[in-house]
């Protein structure tokens, strides 16, 4: 969602929606991004895109330890499958 298109779809100014925008992430409703903001977490992703899984599988297939992860990414994405308990995720090479 840009700020743009968000101003023109509700007939507010930028600055109406810029600090609505504020309002929504300091309730941890979205996540704000230049220009616009994003869904803050996995379940409002689910919600919006109906193939989310698929991609989650993807994920979970090209990256099985976790390698290419962080906080945030499993915030926003939901946690992967990463290092099995107890392993830590495999080294370069």
């Known amino acids: 969602m840009r700020v743009a298109e968000l101003s023109r779809e ?3 100014s930028a ?5 609505d925008l504020d309002a929504l992430e300091a309730g941890g409703g979205i996540r ?22 698929d991609f989650v599988r993807i994920r979970d297939e090209v990256d099985p330890d976790g390698r290419f992860t962080n906080p945030y990414l499993d915030r926003v ?3 992967g499958l990463g ?3 107890g392993r830590p995720a495999a080294g370069p090479g």
């Open 10 to 12: 509700f007939g507010v």
């Open 77 to 79: 994405l939901g946690p």
């Open 83 to 85: 290092p099995p308990a």
């Open 32 to 53: 704000r991004i230049r220009g616009g903001a994003m869904p803050s977490d996995a379940a409002r992703l689910r919600e919006l895109y109906p193939r989310f899984g």
């Open 15 to 19: 600055v109406t929606v810029r600090s």
